[in-house]
């Protein structure tokens, strides 16, 4: 080879490593968030989220439903979003147990399962215990339903199914994570009562267990590892709905303030937040309580953006969701192109306190339709139409309520109120040990009580709103970053890839 070919190799190999060194030094220089935050909206897809951003746009403008562009949510104001597939091995329609396992690892699996492969087998490593393990990373796990349920479970518990809540409670324990706030565990001595306390288990193992609002107040991080469960547990030991939450009760946001209080160190932290009760009030077709608990949720968010300022090089927020659930949509048959979200307002008390505050108290003193139904127009707005035994709320509203349904009248049409009545007579006829139902009982109840859903969905209804389920449905779910690292979670991607995102700008292996 001649000195001339020698010296124009030798100048380009020059020119090569000169042009190659920037890039390696941005790749040097790329920041790593040491503050994450993952907030999920178990059920909350984009109709939940809409649906709640213009209901609080309709109650700023008095009613009016003015179409703005304005976004009310501090999720909304994210700069950066992207969607995700929720899909799983099972079916379009998945569960909490393996869409949260795609989310915390990477990896697709059957309904019901939490971080564990299609043969039950192999377990899959999640992304809470890695960042713990090779970084150091204080974990904190927070729910508004019950801390051994399946999406905060699918963190840091590994079982073929999701209904192994004693054994996922014990790998909650044995996980060492440094924060666990909000429901209290189900099935605290086995599903046959007969095992060691779960709470006593946490106790022996090192962990703080608090059960009171004022502990909770008083607890810092030199407390240790904590498990903070709410004090006004409600259905199934879950929180409270937001919406009944009582004057000074504790709400998820503030579970997470106390969080970011006590995991906050010089190493960092990762927090995954689980607004629980927004898939439950779906599947309940609750709308005023789903919204309700979407603005819970997004309270908590707001906890953590007040964070995100003041260490805004180093914190990153993500916000997304598990699934959709109820098929939840902005647009009702009956009233056509209109909508009349402000009629959501007057729901008093979530379907579940009804429940339990009413209607258990119906069936056992044989209530008369005509004492129910001055409840549901106290609680729910609902009037009777006209006709029909009214109460005195209903006659002085009658100015404020006119009868035509498409002005978003609250009075029952003569149809509307036939179908009330007949879901009374439903619910005050049965025991409690029905077994099944046929399909007709299912379509129009589900497996609610009759007299409560029948409530909701003609509010539902008169406000524009509907549902299209009971169950979970296929739609894919946002993604909404903020901070280090946001704008990769750009873009149209499958939900593994939420584990993989921050898998890969964290580097844990």
Not at 292 to 304: E, S
Not at 392 to 420: F, I, R
Not at 432 to 438: A, K, M, R, V
């Given at each position: 080879?001649?000195?001339?070919?020698?010296?124009?190799?030798?100048?380009?190999?020059?020119?090569?490593?000169?042009?190659?060194?920037?890039?390696?030094?941005?790749?040097?220089?790329?920041?790593?968030?040491?503050?994450?935050?993952?907030?999920?909206?178990?059920?909350?897809?984009?109709?939940?989220?809409?649906?709640?951003?213009?209901?609080?746009?309709?109650?700023?403008?008095?009613?009016?439903?003015?179409?703005?562009?304005?976004?009310?949510?501090?999720?909304?104001?994210?700069?950066?979003?992207?969607?995700?597939?929720?899909?799983?091995?099972?079916?379009?329609?998945?569960?909490?147990?393996?869409?949260?396992?795609?989310?915390?690892?990477?990896?697709?699996?059957?309904?019901?399962?939490?971080?564990?492969?299609?043969?039950?087998?192999?377990?899959?490593?999640?992304?809470?215990?890695?960042?713990?393990?090779?970084?150091?990373?204080?974990?904190?796990?927070?729910?508004?339903?019950?801390?051994?349920?399946?999406?905060?479970?699918?963190?840091?518990?590994?079982?073929?199914?999701?209904?192994?809540?004693?054994?996922?409670?014990?790998?909650?324990?044995?996980?060492?994570?440094?924060?666990?706030?909000?429901?209290?565990?189900?099935?605290?001595?086995?599903?046959?009562?007969?095992?060691?306390?779960?709470?006593?288990?946490?106790?022996?193992?090192?962990?703080?267990?608090?059960k009171t609002k004022a502990e909770a107040?008083?607890?810092?991080?030199?407390?240790?590892?904590?498990?903070?469960?709410?004090?006004?547990?409600?259905?199934?030991?879950?929180?409270?709905?937001?919406?009944?939450?009582?004057?000074?009760?504790?709400?998820?946001?503030?579970?997470?303030?106390?969080?970011?209080?006590?995991?906050?160190?010089?190493?960092?932290?990762?927090?995954?937040?689980?607004?629980?009760?927004?898939?439950?009030?779906?599947?309940?077709?609750?709308?005023?309580?789903?919204?309700?608990?979407?603005?819970?949720?997004?309270?908590?968010?707001g906890k953590a953006v007040d964070f995100?300022?003041?260490?805004?090089?180093?914190?990153?927020?993500?916000?997304?969701?598990?699934?959709?659930?109820?098929?939840?949509?902005?647009?009702?048959?009956?009233?056509?192109?209109?909508?009349?979200?402000?009629?959501?307002?007057?729901?008093?008390?979530?379907?579940?306190?009804?429940?339990?505050?009413?209607?258990a108290a119906y069936k056992e003193n044989?209530?008369?339709?005509?004492?129910?139904?001055?409840?549901?127009?106290?609680?729910?707005?609902?009037?009777?139409?006209?006709?029909?035994?009214?109460?005195?709320?209903?006659?002085?509203?009658?100015?404020?309520?006119?009868?035509?349904?498409?002005?978003?009248?609250?009075?029952?049409?003569?149809?509307?109120?036939?179908?009330?009545?007949?879901?009374?007579?439903?619910?005050?006829?049965?025991?409690?040990?029905?077994?099944?139902?046929?399909?007709?009982?299912?379509?129009?109840?589900?497996?609610?009580?009759?007299?409560?859903?029948?409530?909701?969905?003609?509010?539902?209804?008169?406000?524009?709103?509907?549902?299209?389920?009971?169950?979970?449905?296929?739609?894919?779910?946002?993604?909404?970053?903020?901070?280090?690292?946001?704008?990769?979670?750009?873009?149209?991607?499958?939900?593994?890839?939420?584990?993989?995102?921050?898998?890969?700008?964290?580097?844990?292996?």
């Amino acid at each position: 080879m001649n000195a001339k070919k020698i010296s124009a190799l030798l100048l380009a190999a020059t020119m090569m490593t000169t042009c190659a060194a920037p890039a390696q030094t941005v790749m040097a220089e790329e920041k790593v968030p040491k503050y994450i935050f993952l907030f999920i909206g178990d059920g909350m897809s984009y109709p939940q989220i809409q649906t709640t951003n213009y209901y609080e746009s309709a109650l700023a403008d008095d009613g009016d439903e003015i179409l703005t562009s304005q976004s009310n949510l501090n999720m909304m104001n994210f700069p950066v979003s992207g969607s995700a597939q929720t899909y799983d091995s099972t079916s379009f329609c998945p569960d909490s147990a393996s869409t949260a396992t795609s989310i915390a690892t990477g990896h697709k699996t059957y309904s019901g399962t939490i971080n564990m492969d299609e043969k039950m087998e192999t377990p899959y490593e999640t992304i809470a215990e890695k960042l713990k393990s090779q970084l150091g990373y204080k974990v904190g796990i927070l729910s508004s339903v019950n801390l051994n349920h399946a999406t905060p479970a699918a963190f840091y518990a590994h079982q073929a199914s999701r209904n192994n809540y004693y054994e996922i409670g014990q790998e909650m324990i044995d996980s060492g994570f440094d924060y666990f706030a909000g429901g209290g565990l189900r099935k605290v001595t086995g599903a046959d009562g007969d095992k060691q306390d779960l709470y006593e288990l946490a106790e022996e193992a090192g962990y703080k267990v608090i059960k009171t609002k004022a502990e909770a107040e008083a607890l810092t991080a030199d407390d240790g590892k904590a498990i903070v469960i709410d004090e006004t547990l409600a259905d199934d030991d879950a929180m409270s709905y937001a919406m009944d939450l009582e004057e000074g009760e504790w709400g998820l946001a503030d579970y997470v303030e106390k969080g970011i209080e006590v995991l906050n160190n010089d190493k960092g932290f990762f927090m995954m937040v689980e607004g629980g009760k927004i898939d439950w009030a779906c599947h309940a077709n609750d709308a005023a309580a789903t919204i309700t608990d979407t603005l819970a949720l997004d309270d908590a968010v707001g906890k953590a953006v007040d964070f995100y300022n003041e260490h805004p090089d180093e914190t990153l927020i993500l916000v997304t969701g598990d699934h959709e659930t109820g098929g939840l949509t902005i647009g009702f048959a009956g009233t056509d192109y209109d909508t009349f979200l402000t009629n959501l307002q007057n729901q008093k008390i979530s379907y579940a306190k009804f429940d339990s505050d009413y209607v258990a108290a119906y069936k056992e003193n044989k209530t008369d339709f005509d004492t129910v139904m001055a409840d549901i127009t106290e609680l729910f707005g609902l009037q009777a139409p006209d006709g029909e035994a009214e109460t005195s709320n209903q006659a002085d509203s009658k100015d404020v309520h006119p009868e035509s349904e498409d002005t978003g009248s609250l009075v029952m049409t003569e149809y509307e109120y036939n179908k009330l009545k007949a879901a009374y007579d439903e619910t005050m006829s049965r025991t409690g040990e029905e077994e099944e139902f046929g399909q007709e009982e299912y379509l129009l109840y589900g497996s609610y009580e009759p007299l409560t859903v029948t409530i909701t969905h003609i509010l539902n209804n008169k406000s524009g709103i509907n549902f299209s389920s009971y169950a979970h449905t296929g739609l894919p779910v946002e993604v909404m970053a903020m901070g280090v690292g946001q704008d990769d979670f750009a873009g149209y991607y499958d939900n593994t890839d939420i584990y993989n995102k921050v898998a890969a700008l964290t580097g844990v292996e």
